[in-house]
């Protein structure tokens, strides 16, 4: 059964950086379609960003095209989501999931604050 833990969230100023990671276990990330998505207080879980490494495709919501990149290092068999110029609206929970047609698996969230 494959387990994810995702890593990185802190509190940052606007306009500043921050590298997100998704540890994966019990088997390899690129069988599945890897996937970011956050939560906002009081807002719906949304998509954010994911990569398909069998079929080399990447996307990202328009929010973060440009400020955002998703990418998989298969030899650590982890998924890392590199946030550039972050904004006070990019504040929330952000979980991994990765998908494989039937099989659905979450991390537990990692807390991004973005805050002067």
């Known amino acids: 059964q494959l387990q994810l833990v995702e890593s990185g969230g802190v509190l940052v100023q606007p306009g500043g950086s921050l590298t997100l990671s998704c540890a994966a276990s019990?088997?390899?990330?690129?069988?599945?379609?890897v996937g970011w998505f956050r939560q906002a207080p009081g807002k719906e879980r949304e998509g954010v960003s994911y990569i398909s490494s069998s079929e080399n495709i990447t996307y990202y919501t328009d929010s973060v095209k440009g400020r955002f990149t998703i990418s998989l290092d298969n030899a650590k068999n982890t998924v890392y989501l590199q946030m550039n110029s972050l904004k006070p609206e990019d504040t929330g929970v952000y979980f991994c999931n990765a998908d494989h047609g039937t099989e659905d698996y979450w991390g537990q969230g990692t807390q991004v604050t973005v805050s002067s």
């Open positions: 019990g088997s390899t990330l690129d069988n599945y379609v």
